[in-house]
């Protein structure tokens, strides 16, 4: 694609809009990075349409197989997309801002909220309900596996909890091993699709 | 020294994440508690708590938690760059390749096997998590589980399969009764 030669005015209103837009949904968007990409591409496809539909749905792809966070990933390619590095620094700092500020204010009561009968027991209530809600992501993740009859995901998975939970095998270690047997199936079933 | 120790520390968690979301729990945990012992592992509850009730993603959040705990204001500085910064690289290398051959079926072929080593991992910590919501961090004893967590767990966990209320009002109502047991019932 032929990159657009626009002024600084446009470059420094592209900036402004980028800045806000995504500062206003990082700070408000609640349920995680599967929830901010869709509402980054309302608002820079179909509200904006500074990025083409079908980009938009490859831009989100690489903000979900790159490593990190989601939601920052997200700010990442649609920043770089609009407006280069410049982009991504603008794009990423309002995207850090609103966590930033509430954690450390949240972070600044903790001691004095733990202390309370009422909020640790509150906390202590929650801690049943977090670990539903993480029971209940896996459940639906390791069920696509199931339901698809997706049977080298289901071993994988398998091996992998073995490996961590029972073994204690380091997270990156069994990260890097599933990655290397992705690299492997990936290039085996290019080679099967080259021989056919 | 200590900067340095948070920053390599978030980097490794910004690094090996992969899949969003709750990928970033088990190595959160991995380092934050196990590894350094910055927070026990009922704070470390606390904090994905939190990061569940508040905007962000969990590992910006945690950065921004423990660096602020550890080494203040600086040291969450220092965290929230480190957790991001592998993003900030890799992200925008993918996107320049992508932007130039559009072509990236490669990387997805290996995401799809890091998905279910992915979900074994976060399995591991949730069970982590369960473990010091029954049990209150003591030793796992059959008759040392809190029956009341349990029955909350529960009726949550069911209460989520029906789909009708989000993850934030489950664990509200998890909070609420849990105080309620203690106000009204004693327990």
Known sequence: ?196 | MIYLQLFLSFLQIGLFSFGGGYAAMPLIQDQVVTRYGWLSMAEFTDLITISQMTPGPIAVNSATFVGIRIAGIPGALVATFGCILPSCILVTAIARLYLKYRNMSVLQGVLGSLRPAVVAMIASAGISILQTAFWGGAAVTFSGISWLMVALFVVAFLLLQTHRIGPIQVMLLAGLARMGASLLLGI
């Open chain 1, 1 to 196: 694609m032929e990159r657009k030669r626009i002024t600084l005015a446009e470059r420094k209103g592209v900036l402004t809009k980028l800045f806000f837009s995504t500062l206003y949904l990082s700070a408000f968007t609640f349920g995680g990075g599967y929830v901010i990409v869709t509402l980054l591409k309302r608002k820079f496809v179909d509200e904006y349409h500074w990025i083409e539909e079908d980009e938009m749905l490859d831009l989100v792809a690489i903000a979900q197989s790159a490593p990190g966070a989601i939601a920052v990933n997200g700010a990442i390619v649609v920043g770089y997309k609009l407006a280069g590095l410049l982009g991504v620094v603008t794009a990423i700092t309002a995207t850090i801002i609103p966590p930033f500020v509430i954690i450390s204010l949240i972070s600044a009561c903790y001691a004095a909220f733990r202390d309370n009968l009422i909020i640790s027991l509150m906390l202590e209530g929650m801690q049943a309900g977090v670990g539903a809600v993480i029971a209940s992501v896996v459940y639906e993740m390791a069920y696509v596996f199931y339901h698809g009859r997706d049977t080298a995901s289901m071993i994988l998975m398998a091996a992998a909890f073995v490996a961590g939970c029972v073994f204690g095998v380091n997270v990156v270690i069994v990260v890097l091993a599933a990655g290397a047997i992705g690299v492997v199936r990936t290039l085996a079933a290019r080679r099967k699709e080259a021989v056919k």
